[in-house]
């Protein structure tokens, strides 16, 4: 049967042409019970490893729906090598953040605690899961992790060599000359986005970073942006600077 809807499911199995695999309980759930898929209907399917297939549903249970695979539709992108550093904010935020980082090419989410971190739990299985459906709505073949928190001196003692950290400074805001593009244009190799906490970092930090060998300093404009809309700028900036957009 002809591919009705271009419906995108991420499975934890093996993918290969003649595999056979059953969804779990909330998938069934959704596929069967929710879109009303049936026997024979086919979905697009990935697992962040073996690329996109395709497959047609062979049982339709409403708890325990069965697929076969096909012909593999993409091959496996490689991981981007982009990380973005935040320090964790409201639940609903940090849902938003996971999502947006993913739907924006990001490799690797790592929360980190600062000192005016105000959230001091963080709910990574969440994360995690709210990665997974941006990754299946957007045509991503690759999940970015999440990482646990981490101390950012612990961050910044640990940091592996060669990768930039672009630090969105908001002591540059409206300074010229430090325009992201200006800043990050010539940069190669991997990199992470750090953005700071509602309140910014102390100074403590701010020197901490600052006098880190692989921060790149930059402003994100004229005014002071919460931290989830700074992570939407900065990311944004990146691809069409650095990244996956320069070259569209």
């Not at 992108?77 to 409201?90: E, G, R, S």
């Not at 639940?91 to 989410?109: C, N, Q, Y």
Request: net charge negative; charged share 20%.
């Amino acid at each position: 049967m002809a591919l009705e809807t271009r419906q995108r499911l991420y499975c934890d199995a093996a993918l290969h042409n003649g595999a056979e695999l059953t969804l779990n309980r909330d998938q069934s759930h959704y596929l069967i019970n929710v879109l009303r898929y049936q026997t024979g209907q086919e979905v697009l399917i990935f697992n962040g490893v073996d690329g996109e297939f395709r497959a047609s549903i062979s049982v339709a249970d409403r708890k325990k729906a069965q697929l076969s695979c096909h012909e593999q539709t993409r091959p496996q992108d490689p991981m981007p090598n982009l990380t973005l550093v935040f320090a964790p904010i409201k639940k609903a935020r940090i849902d938003f953040i996971a999502e947006k980082a993913t739907e924006l090419g990001v490799g690797r989410i790592q929360p980190v605690m600062t000192d005016f971190t105000q959230v001091s739990r963080v709910n990574t299985d969440r994360m995690a899961a709210n990665a997974i459906e941006a990754a299946e709505q957007t045509g991503r073949t690759t999940i970015p992790s999440v990482d646990q928190p981490i101390s950012l001196q612990n961050l910044l003692e640990d940091w592996p060599e060669g990768c930039h950290i672009i630090f969105c400074d908001e002591d540059y805001a409206g300074t010229a000359s430090f325009a992201f593009h200006k800043q990050v244009a010539s940069l190669k190799g991997p990199a992470a986005i750090l953005i700071g906490p509602e309140g910014g970092f102390s100074p403590r930090e701010r020197d901490m970073i600052r006098g880190h060998k692989a921060a790149v300093p930059v402003s994100l404009g004229q005014n002071i942006l919460r931290a989830d809309t700074a992570m939407l700028a900065a990311l944004s900036l990146w691809q069409g600077v650095a990244g996956d957009w320069k070259d569209a």
